[in-house]
């Protein structure tokens, strides 16, 4: 076997077998494929799709190019994973209060892709906190918190760890097959016994309707389910950030407030719905709406803070972190409020402009090797159906350049639309997905 036949194959609509994608996979995890064909085969799949056998093969393969993780603790070993959208730091807030429950969750999370922020960038805006362990330690941070959010080793699915950063910035990260693949070779590499997925659908999604966002779930649901894994999907909102910030230390700061101030907003309740339905297929609990109702206990009390603490602590964070956090946090050195041109209510909100509209501030990445500003991005960002006055802000700039806030802030204007009516109500929460 060799790259260019297998390339060759895809470029003809002819799906790889089984052992060509194995092969490939392999040649992605140590090198024997180069980033031309890595890039040439994204684009390929992208572009003709590989079926649902052969998005299952690649999923396999993907995740059989390392290591398969192994646990022995005394409750279950659950997960969730997020389809990517803007203002979304939901792990950050349910994998504490799971753990609080009394589930193990190993988080492999990855970094910003495209338009969306990553939760290891987030958390990395914490000083201190490194995300790289290695599985012994990984093991021993899970005994002692119950959670941890970390990136993939170059033991767990290699393939997918190079094949991400290709997908990256070769504008192929839509793919329904490449997005199963790289989620799902990580995941279940994890070997959970409990997986939950928000898909997310609107303008601040990979996907922008109803009906590709339930492909999605679905492609994700029966390949997870195939491989042994009990998975459910939700498909949740992202016709506007999930939180009023985007940017990574922002983001964090949503965070803190939802888990220190009892500020129970849609992150909080995004994060209840999620964990309710893992909650329930993992069997801790009879029903969804029990489970919802047991994660949003530990949330409004601070047990999730708590939690969330130790988890940083064990990482590498400041062992006050939660009492102090607003102290640790980097701040920009360029505010820029961003005046409403005139009245009206906030009709639609363009999630994926604002999303790049960070990255062109330094919060994100345009090759795989740019470096992160953390303390850039927006805040304070309209909701839709808010009633605005003239001048009153649509967001907050955080920029670390005068020009960099004022391109930033023509974006949020271009972005938010205001109507002199209020329009419908869009639910946060649309559909559950099970196979």
Known sequence: MDARSIIAKLRRDQVPSSDELKWFAQGLADGGVSDAQAGAFAMAVCMGGLGAQGRADLTVAMRDSGDVLSWDFDGPVIDKHSTGGVGDSVSLVLAPALAELGAYVPMISGRGLGHTG???DKLESIPGVSTQIGQERLTQILRDTGAAIVGATGQIAPADKRLYAIRDVTATVESLDLITASILSKKLAASPQALVLDVKVGSGAFMKTLEDARKLAKALTETANAAGCRTSAVITDMHQPLAP???????????MNVLTHAHYDPLAEISAELGGVLLADAGMCSTAEDGREKVAAVIRDGRAAERFGRMMAAVGGPLQFVENWSRYLPEASVILEVAAPTNGYVASINGEALGLAVVALGGGRQVEDDVIDPAVGLSGIVRLGDKIDKGAPLAVVHAAREDAA??????????????????????LVHERITA
């Open 118 to 120: 990553g939760t290891l």
């Open 245 to 255: 910030a985007l940017g990574n230390a922002l983001e964090v700061a949503e965070v």
């Open 406 to 427: 004022q391109q930033a802030a023509e974006t949020v204007r271009r972005a938010v639309t205001l109507s002199p009516d209020s329009g419908p109500i869009i639910p």
